[in-house]
């Protein structure tokens, strides 16, 4: 199959063939023709043209020019040229013989030594191609177009650009007709791209376009110039919110395990404590009284919640006995076990939960029946599944087959996959890691590729194009021109801010404020009731103290109200305990220590003279009373 290149001379030959008839039809009588604007009138000025060109016999550029009755040109000789390489890599031909209308082939016994330059220089290349983003798209407002390489941009445009002005070629660009890559039909012929090569259509068709066996057999590839393979492009799963997702990484048993070994070593914590006799003695050796005993109940079960959370008071002091210690000891290396895997859980659970998809390859997918998936409808993709032994892919060809879940385009693929919440799509993994990088950033790759191919130029077989373009597509690889056009189509024009050298796949999720909601729950709650307890505890020891004071109960409340305010905003004088109960002692404890507010509202001279107010069993309920707020 030889290639249609329109040179030069084919272009003038075709104006001198048609300047005469031209010439002719605008002479009499045939100038009182005019130009057929209603549709439903014979066209006879085409006919007459068409009636003069037969008629005529020339000489131009290539030859011989003339036709027979059918129109087709008779009388003619062409050369025939045997394509050959030199060294340097321009494309020369041997005259290996002639052709013409009468005889048909006439080979020469030995070729011509001289060889023939068959210059592109001046050649107008065709070249189709399709499109595909990132490849080739559409530049804004040029949506409409179909052909015309200043109405496109892309990789494939910038690499095309550079071929030709790197080897000085003229070409046109065109989009292919029917918007397929290229398969075989069921007739053997083909459509797509590769169907308008061998139909001599178009001199070169650059595109992502794989090289397959049987593409290769009908026509033929440059060397790659972008390794790919089949992928599986699936959506991201929302992840669910939960307040309490911190809790998550220790299961549900785990929780109540920790929360019953908290109970029980409180418990043994407060028993060993008071069996204990070292803990009933002070550092003199004196035995202390009940009420200033260290380890209460509530004492233990604080001791041990701050142990757990690192803060709080020690647990093992040097008052502390032997066994508490062990106690102590052994709920410390509990809780170090607990909290480290805890937060390790809680790190590894929180960072690539959103990575989580109930389809990680192939086997996945085959295996089930909910999620559906699809691949191009015609090219490379499909005839892997189709024509593959695998019993995996089988059974996906199938499942595709039967419920039609193939796609014209690779956009219309990508919204499937961004609009449906169950379906996956199988594209190659250049397309894959380019709409990964596009808004709404919703898509990943699952998995590996699923097999190894390679993106080539196409040329109709025995094209002289070939070893040119294949030369130049290496140049291009050497000094890194293609793998600079392929950072800045896919990564540095994406909208999802993913670096080159760095897979979406392996970006560590930042921590959602969803996720710890809980935690700060729990914060707001400890304050609240915190607040709520401290209020209680406020009015249960105002009412005391009105009972043993016999005032009011709202008096008393009122007057303590009032000090705590002032106290917020006056700096309050060292504290200190009275040693004795005397009048003076009163007094000075009255300057020097916090006390309650009602405590100054009592008469001084009735307390001093009067023994009918004040029992004696008053005055020591004042002290205590006093004692306990300086204490506060």
Not at 171 to 189: A, C, I, P, R
Not at 191 to 196: A, S, V
Not at 475 to 492: A, D, F, P, T, V
């Amino acid at each position: 199959m030889f290639t249609k290149i329109y040179s030069d001379s084919d272009v003038k030959a075709a104006l001198e063939l048609f300047d005469p008839g031209l010439r002719t039809f605008r002479s009499p009588p045939f100038a009182q023709f005019k130009p057929c604007l209603d549709f439903n009138v014979s066209p006879l000025a085409g006919v007459i043209i068409a009636n003069e060109l037969r008629n005529l016999k020339m000489t131009g550029f290539s030859g011989n020019i003339e036709f027979d009755s059918n129109g087709m040109r008779k009388n003619f000789e062409l050369d025939i040229l045997r394509a050959a390489s030199t060294s340097a890599g321009s494309d020369t031909a041997n005259l290996a013989g002639t052709w013409n209308d009468n005889t048909g082939y006439n080979f020469m016994e030995e070729e011509s030594e001289e060889p023939v330059k068959i210059s592109l220089a001046k050649s107008v290349i065709r070249i189709v191609t399709i499109v595909t983003e990132p490849f080739t798209m559409y530049k804004k407002g040029k949506e409409d177009a179909t052909e015309g390489v200043d109405n496109f941009e892309g990789f494939c445009i910038d690499m095309l650009i550079e071929i030709a002005k790197e080897n000085n070629m003229t070409f046109h660009l065109h989009l292919v007709h029917d918007g397929k890559y290229g398969e075989e039909l069921k007739n053997g012929s083909w459509n797509g791209m590769i169907g308008e090569l061998m139909r001599g259509q178009a001199d070169v068709a650059i595109a992502p376009l794989t090289i397959s066996s049987e593409r290769q057999r009908v026509v033929d590839f440059t060397k790659p110039y972008m390794d790919v393979g089949v992928s599986i492009m699936m959506k991201i799963q929302e992840k669910e919110e939960n307040m309490f997702s911190f809790l998550i990484p220790l299961q549900t048993d785990i929780w109540m395990c920790i929360i019953l070994s908290y109970i029980s070593v409180s418990v043994v914590y407060f028993v060993v404590s008071r069996i204990s006799l070292l803990a009933w003695m002070k550092p003199e050796h004196r035995e202390i009284k009940d009420e200033d005993f260290k380890y209460t109940l509530s004492n233990c079960f604080f001791l041990t919640l701050g142990a757990v959370l690192q803060r709080g008071e020690d647990m093992c002091t040097k008052e502390s006995p032997v066994s508490s210690r062990i106690v102590g000891g052994g709920w410390w290396f509990f809780t170090l076990i607990i909290i480290s895997s805890y937060t390790a859980n809680l790190a590894a659970f929180l960072t690539v939960d959103r990575m989580k998809t109930p389809i990680n390859g192939a086997d996945d997918l085959a295996g089930q029946t909910q999620i559906e998936y699809g691949t191009l409808d015609s090219g490379s993709s499909k005839a892997f599944f189709k024509t593959s032994q695998l019993g995996t892919f089988q059974r996906m060809y199938k499942f595709m087959e039967d419920r039609d879940t193939f796609k014209p385009s690779v956009q219309k693929g990508v919204d499937a996959v961004r609009e449906q919440p169950h379906y996956a799509f199988l594209l190659e993994s250049t397309m894959n890691e380019y709409h990964n990088q596009q808004l709404p950033c919703n898509t990943r790759q699952i998995g590996n590729n699923l097999n190894s191919k390679n993106y080539g130029i196409a040329t109709p077989s025995g094209s002289p194009l070939l070893n040119q373009l294949t030369v130049a597509i290496l140049e291009l690889m050497e000094r890194g021109y293609i793998s600079e056009r392929k950072n800045y189509w896919w990564y540095e024009k994406g909208e999802c801010q993913f670096k080159a050298s760095v897979s979406p796949n392996k970006n560590a999720n930042a921590l959602e404020l969803g996720d710890v909601w809980g935690v700060f729950y729990i914060l707001i709650g400890g304050s609240i009731i915190g607040f709520v307890v401290c209020i209680c505890e406020f009015v249960i020891v105002s009412v005391h103290q009105a009972r043993r004071l016999k005032l009011s109960i709202p008096r008393v409340l009122f007057e303590n109200f009032r000090h705590c305010a002032k106290s917020m905003v006056c700096s309050l004088p060292k504290r200190e305990k009275p040693k004795t109960v005397t009048m003076n002692t009163f007094q000075s404890a009255q300057a020097t220590t916090y006390a309650p507010a009602i405590l100054e509202t009592i008469d001084r001279s009735s307390f001093a003279n009067n023994t009918n107010v004040f029992s004696e069993d008053d005055m020591s309920l004042l002290d205590m009373d006093k004692n306990i707020f300086v204490q506060l």
